[in-house]
């Protein structure tokens, strides 16, 4: 389980930065608050700006939030965090035991080595805080996904991440060959944000399934007009958990 985030206090300099909008809330229950989380905001842990936590925490008067899980920095999209240590002990043994069912998007301007599948592999810390994917199979990343064309020769790319390791489905499109776009550290081109969203979040809590979906909302690639038909089809029938 992680530490709480308590709302902390904050500098002149970065009193500007709260009156943007870096989440919005889905579901505020007694025990737990879901968020979309805009890309370009900490989770937690930002030594230079306030995280999504401690603004949450100051908008809602909290004392502090638990940090169930996290998205990285330019990671937009669903994220869930415990208001007591009850609700952060049940939702974090949930992840441990893999019950969470976690959907990402992301958008990549290169073909991938394959279209769709597996992408499985030990994960290891390369130079400069990066990760690179092995053929190890020790204690692996699993990651299952499937693409579609765009135009331009873009694809999207719907992953579904068994396991939570860092920088996972980064890496995982890396090694295909398919950077996401906006992705600058795994070699992905330039563009307005990081084309990665935390699109679907389920998970059981308090004896029944709770289900979240949040479609991406930044980003000019996210609103190409042939993406929202596309995921429409995507979501029919339970297509988008990609028979796991």
Not at 87 to 109: D, V
Not at 140 to 162: E, H, K, N, W, Y
Request: glycine content about 10%; hydrophobic content about 40%.
């Amino acid at each position: 389980m992680r530490s709480p985030v308590s709302c902390g206090t904050f500098s002149d300099s970065q009193r500007a930065r709260l009156i943007s909008g870096f989440y919005t809330i889905l579901d505020d229950q007694n025990d737990f608050l879901v968020i979309d989380k805009a890309p370009g905001v900490a989770v937690q842990g930002d030594p230079n700006a306030p995280s999504v936590l401690q603004l949450i925490c100051r908008d809602l008067g909290l004392e502090n939030l638990f940090p169930v899980h996290r998205l990285d920095l330019g990671t937009s999209g669903l994220v869930v965090a415990a208001k007591t240590q009850a609700a952060n002990r049940e939702l974090s043994q949930a992840f441990q035991a893999h019950s969470i069912t976690k959907c990402y998007l992301a958008i990549s301007g290169k073909k991938p080595a394959k279209k769709q599948g597996w992408i499985i592999g030990d994960m290891e810390k390369s130079r400069g805080g990066s990760y690179r994917l092995c053929h190890s199979r020790e204690n692996p990343a699993r990651t299952v996904f499937r693409s579609f064309p765009l135009a331009d020769g873009r694809r999207l790319f719907v992953l579904r991440p068994i396991t939570g390791k860092t920088h996972q489905l980064r890496v995982a499109l890396k090694s295909l060959g398919a950077p996401i776009i906006g992705d600058a550290r795994y070699g992905g081109e330039a563009a307005d944000r990081m084309y990665l969203h935390a699109w679907r979040l389920e998970f059981p809590f308090g004896g029944r399934l709770h289900e979240y979906v949040s479609p991406p909302g930044s980003g000019e690639l996210f609103h190409l007009p042939e993406l929202a038909p596309l995921l429409r089809e995507i979501s029919n029938d339970g297509f988008w958990r990609l028979g796991v």
